[in-house]
């Protein structure tokens, strides 16, 4: 199994900066790709970034294109997520997903049943 845990969430003010991280372990050499999703009160899940473990290829979803940039440390087995120019839209429980199965629905942002999640930090942007 992998086990997946954030860190790094806390409140910003708007036009802020903060780095997420996804500390990785047990059968990490499973990884296919790992990815960045966020929830806001009251709305569905939406998926921010994901990064192919082997290449490092990234994707983005157009809300967070130019803002944030997505990374990882192989050694260290940690995925990043730098979040500029932070908005209080940005505000939203953060997770961190690994996929397994080679699904390439996931790096395009649509997490499947067998993805593994982290627990959650939270993101808090004021105005």
């Known amino acids: 199994q992998v086990q997946l845990v954030e860190s790094g969430g806390g409140l910003v003010q708007a036009g802020g900066s903060l780095r997420l991280s996804c500390a990785a372990s047990g059968r990490t050499f499973s990884i296919y790709a790992m990815g960045w999703f966020r929830q806001a009160p009251g709305k569905a899940r939406e998926f921010v970034a994901t990064?192919?473990?082997?290449?490092?290829?990234?994707y983005y979803a157009d809300s967070v294109k130019g803002r944030f940039t997505i990374s990882r440390d192989n050694a260290k087995n940690t995925m990043y997520l730098q979040m500029n120019s932070l908005k209080p839209e940005d505000t939203a429980v953060y997770y961190c997903?690994?996929?397994?199965?080679?699904?390439?629905?996931?790096?395009?942002?649509?997490?499947?049943?067998?993805?593994?999640w982290g627990q959650g930090t939270q993101v808090t942007v004021s105005s």
């Open positions: 990064i192919k473990w082997s290449d490092g290829r990234e």
């Open positions: 997903a690994a996929n397994r199965d080679s699904s390439i629905w996931f790096f395009f942002g649509k997490s499947g049943p067998n993805d593994l």
